[in-house]
């Protein structure tokens, strides 16, 4: 079976995500209906979460169809790149950072993360904070806890298996009509983004002290921030190991 890279973007509003699932809309799934692909084999750099979208990100594909990659077209995904690989490889053991972008409308406040107990060591810490009107500076100097390695245990769904990542940078913008979020790091838990995104507003309001921020690297919240709308996040950038893929690379094909 022969082997390909695909650099992809996409809106993700109408895909229930990227991996093929039986019965749903996702990125991948609509690429191999087009090519009418039924026997197959992938991986991919970042499963983006259900509606959320991408400006690039890469798959990897192993199937025995003939494929005209240039005749693709769709009106929400669109093939970049295409490059033949000599071998399947798992293109995820490539990449060594990300950046997403949240644009957080300033209309969108009308539901806020109450935070009630931050627990540490089995020992409850009341964390809950008196609502008052939003405040873009402390939402501005709570990002900043964030950057450095740390346990982003209270920012994923469920239980991560290694909940440790690296933010290498976070920046906000304060824009007329949007809170623009850029966040950069080495690698991002299951809706990890968005339910800092959250938490950040909740801050803002004075729901939670700033002063206990750096607790909840350590402590389990409870509960734990919800995740946000995913229509306002982007998947901007992908950064992959280039000189170490293009040993596998054969020709570019698109």
Known sequence: MPAYLLKVSYRGEKFQG????????????????????????????????KGVSAKENYIVLKTDNEIKFDDFFHEDIKIMKVFKLSSYINIRKFSIGKRYVYNLPKGLF???????????????????????EFDIKRYIEASRYFI??????????????????????????????????????????????????TFLISVG???????????????????????????????????LKWKELYKHIEEIIL
């Open 18 to 49: 990227v991996v093929p699932q039986k019965d749903a809309r996702t990125i991948i799934g609509e690429i191999l209906d087009f090519f009418n692909i039924k026997s197959y084999r992938y991986s991919i750099v970042s499963r983006t979460d």
């Open 110 to 132: 009308d539901k806020f993360y109450l935070p009630k107990w931050l627990i540490i060591d089995g020992y409850k810490i009341d964390v809950r904070g008196k609502e008052e």
């Open 148 to 197: 450095g390695k740390k346990s982003f245990h209270n920012f994923s769904k469920g239980k991560a298996k290694d909940p440790i990542c690296k933010i290498k940078s976070f920046d906000v913008i304060n824009e007329d009509k949007y809170i623009t979020n850029i966040i950069e790091g080495n690698r991002f838990l299951y809706e990890m983004v968005r339910r800092i995104i």
């Open 205 to 239: 309001k004075g729901l939670y002290p700033i002063d206990k921020i750096n607790l909840v690297f350590i402590g389990e919240l409870d509960p734990k921030p919800f995740p946000a709308d995913p229509r306002y996040l982007t998947l901007e950038k992908v950064y």
